[in-house]
C-alpha cells in the first residue's frame, strides 16, 4: 500500500513540474532555456524513478546510473553560466 502513495507523490510532483513550466511558458511568455530543460528534466525523470523502483519495476542496480547520468547532466550545465 506504501508503494501506491510513493507512486502518487510522484506523480503529483510530476504534474506540480509540468504546471510551473505551464505557468512560466503561456503566462509569463518566457522562452524555454538550458535550465527550464535541466528543470523538467529532474521533475519528470527523478519522481518516476522513485515510483518505478517502489513498485518494483526498476531494481536498484538499474536506478543508481540513471541518478549519476541525471546529477551529471545538471552540474554540467551550472558551468556554462
Known amino acids: 500500500m506504501n508503494q501506491?502513495?510513493?507512486a502518487?507523490?510522484?506523480?503529483?510532483?510530476?504534474a506540480g513540474g509540468l504546471?510551473?513550466?505551464y505557468y512560466?511558458?503561456?503566462?509569463?511568455?518566457a522562452v524555454l532555456d538550458f535550465?527550464?530543460?535541466q528543470f523538467a528534466s529532474i521533475v519528470l525523470v527523478l519522481p518516476l524513478m522513485l515510483?518505478?523502483?517502489?513498485l518494483g519495476v526498476l531494481?536498484?542496480?538499474t536506478i543508481g546510473p540513471i541518478i549519476g547520468v541525471i546529477v551529471g547532466y545538471v552540474l554540467t550545465g551550472s558551468?556554462?553560466?
Open 4 to 6: 501506491v502513495w510513493i
Open 8 to 14: 502518487v507523490i510522484a506523480a503529483l510532483v510530476m
Open 19 to 21: 504546471g510551473g513550466l
Open 24 to 29: 512560466l511558458v503561456i503566462k509569463q511568455n
Open 35 to 37: 535550465k527550464a530543460l
Open 51 to 54: 515510483a518505478l523502483g517502489a
Open 59 to 61: 531494481r536498484s542496480d
Open 79 to 81: 558551468r556554462k553560466e
